[in-house]
Structure formats: C-alpha cells, structure tokens
C-alpha cells in the first residue's frame, strides 16, 4: 500500500542519517542508486527525501547504509516535497541554479511556449542527468539535462 508523510520532519531527519552513514561507510551516490537498482539523480532525490524508493530499491539502500527497518518503510512512504525553504537559497551551489532561472527563466518560458504552446514540462515524467565534461579552453564543464514530459494546458 502506498502511504503519503505530510510531515517533513522525519524525512528531513531520515536524509541527515543516510548522508551521515553515506560519509561513514565512503560511499558514493552511485554506490547507493547501483544497490536501489534506480539512476543516480532518482535515488540521490530519494534518499534526500523527495522520492519515495519502490519497496526492494528501499530496503536495498537501507541495507547498504545500516539503516533500520523503519527507516527502510520511510523511504517508501510519498514525501512532503520541496527542499529549499522560502527566499533566496544562500548555499552558493543552489544560488547559481536560482540566478540561471533569474537570468533565463523567462528565456526558456519563451522558447518552450513557442515550440510546443501553452503548458508545462513535468518535473514527475521527468529524468535528470549530470555529466563532467572536459572544456576545450581548460578546466571543467558540468553537462546538466533536464528531460520532462509536455503536459499542454487544455482548455475547459
């Protein structure tokens, strides 16, 4: 059965845990979504309390982390979503991506409406992907895809 959590608390509580034994045992993102049988991006999503993990993915990362059985139902249960609290995010990592959508928000509003029409692009239909490639002036780039769903708008 599926069960819903209303308060964030435990999750946010649960998501301390996991990255504290996450640290204690070395282990990676990658580590933890290869033991969830998910992608990356999903069980990174999960186990900071914005997914909920299918059953055996659940207990799996659990299990690799030495969590409890509690902890393994929690992360099943589907989350009170949303990991940044209200104003402008002060870690400098999720800044830039607020200061992207400040500067190109109304940028890629203009260019999905004109491409597909009146609608949004699913953040549920939705996959993530984060890649480190070389930058041909030196240095590093970070290759971040977006990929959701059009939903269009339908008139009633």
Known sequence: MVHAQFDSTARETLAAQAVDAKIRKNLSWKQIADASGLSVAFTTAAVLGQHPLPEQSAKAVAELLGLDDDAAMLLQAVPTRGSIP?????DPTIYRFYEMLQVYGTTLKALVHEEFGDGIISAINFKLDVKKV????????????????????KPF
């Not at 209200?86 to 002060?90: A, V």
């Not at 070389?134 to 708008?153: M, N, Q």
């Open 134 to 153: 070389a930058d041909p002036d030196g240095g590093e780039r970070a290759v971040i895809t977006l990929d959701g769903k059009y939903l269009p708008t």
């Open 86 to 90: 209200g104003g402008i995010p002060t």
